[in-house]
């Protein structure tokens, strides 16, 4: 990154399509068929176990946090109608607790699969909630600043001996940026101290001095960095090497899906990473669905969906692999337990449902 005042990691623009059109959902999913993800609708002989609508689609609580704009490819589809092309009939169901809770909510079938961040999902599911993932939706949703009059710039070992706040002191972002320290030549709990605030609060004290650097997500963290007249500038973010080609969000998928309809857990991937597509491809109509949920203006949105890569969701082996790279990562910043085998601990939490 330079080191000119507006360092807001932006992509340059590409040409967009004025709408999503018929033929834009078609030549995504032309994408996932050469990819060896079928496209069509196959139910199978056998009848459904769950609900179905009138004329037989099947109906799916699908779990979501409103206020993400990484998330937003769960919106798309439904304003889309790419669940409606894939047989489903999908509720989405704003949920705002704690990861545990939302686990808790789809192994329990209080709701039928649910979109979030690895990085929250992946320590819980150590703990073996009757759950399983089923695809990557996208890159790069977190992303870490410091002020310049406390002494941070660009440069990683500018964090060195700085306190960092965060919202949750043993959460994603905790996480996240334990191992991109490590990445870096900084020991995560030597050589930087770690201070929780609530969220809201954390630009207010990296303004005062008592944080130098904090991690948040976007589009607020966009939206702080952009009204901070130069002085927040990022340091890493869940895009930085090692992870620049790594997927952040993911769909997970209930036990009791998987069981009794797998046809539908398999059509709810398909729909998710073919509105990720989409939004890859038009983050302006993206922007505009997502807008009435976010304090953010379309133009703002667009520029956060730029940040992101969309175009990234691995499923089957390669999501397994990547999900063992992060559980062996995270085993070595002391996250996962000593003894966890990363390729067992994948292939136990992740389901090939387009095999």
């Known amino acids: 990154m330079s080191e000119d005042l507006d360092d807001i990691a932006e992509p340059e623009a590409r040409p967009k399509p004025s709408l999503l059109s018929r033929r834009n959902l078609l030549v995504a999913g032309g994408g996932l068929a050469a990819a060896g993800v079928a496209s069509a609708v196959a139910w199978g002989t056998a009848g459904p176990k769950r609900p179905v609508t009138a004329d037989g689609k099947r109906k799916i609580r699908l779990a979501w946090n409103a206020n993400a704009i990484c998330l937003a490819p769960a919106l798309l589809a439904k304003e889309y109608g790419i669940y409606a092309d894939n047989g489903l009939d999908v509720e989405l169901v704003n949920f705002a607790g704690s990861t545990d809770q939302l686990l808790e909510a789809i192994s329990t079938g209080k709701a039928d699969a649910g979109v979030g961040m690895i990085l929250r ?37 500018s964090l060195r001996g700085k306190t960092i706040g965060l919202a949750e002191i043993s959460g994603s972002g905790r996480n996240a940026l334990a191992v991109l320290l490590k990445a870096n030549g900084l020991d995560p709990n030597r050589d930087v101290e770690w201070r929780a605030f609530p969220a809201p609060l954390l630009a207010a004290a990296a303004e005062k001095g008592e944080i130098q650097a904090f991690v948040d997500s976007d589009p607020l963290l966009y939206l702080l960095q952009k009204a901070s007249k130069g002085d927040l500038v990022e340091v890493l973010s869940n895009l930085s ?33 073919t509105a990720a597509t989409l939004c890859s491809q038009d983050p302006h109509a993206t922007a505009r669905v997502f807008a009435p949920y976010a304090k953010a203006s379309e133009e703002d949105l667009v520029a956060v969906l730029r940040m992101q890569t969309h175009d990234k969701h691995p499923v089957g082996r390669d999501l397994q692999h990547e999900v063992a790279l992060y559980a062996q990562e995270l085993r070595d910043v002391g996250v996962m337990k000593p003894n966890l085998v990363p390729d067992r601990f994948a292939a136990g939490i992740v389901d090939n449902v387009f095999a």
């Open 241 to 273: 090497a090692p992870w620049q080609d790594r997927f952040c969000c993911v769909l997970g998928a209930s036990g009791h899906l998987l069981r009794d309809d797998r046809p539908a857990a398999t059509a709810l991937a398909r729909s998710l990473v």
């Open 121 to 157: 999902w992946i320590k819980p599911l150590e703990q073996g909630f009757d759950v399983k993932l089923i695809a990557g939706t996208h890159g790069g949703c977190l992303r870490v600043v410091g002020s310049r009059r406390h002494g941070i710039t660009d440069d990683v070992q």
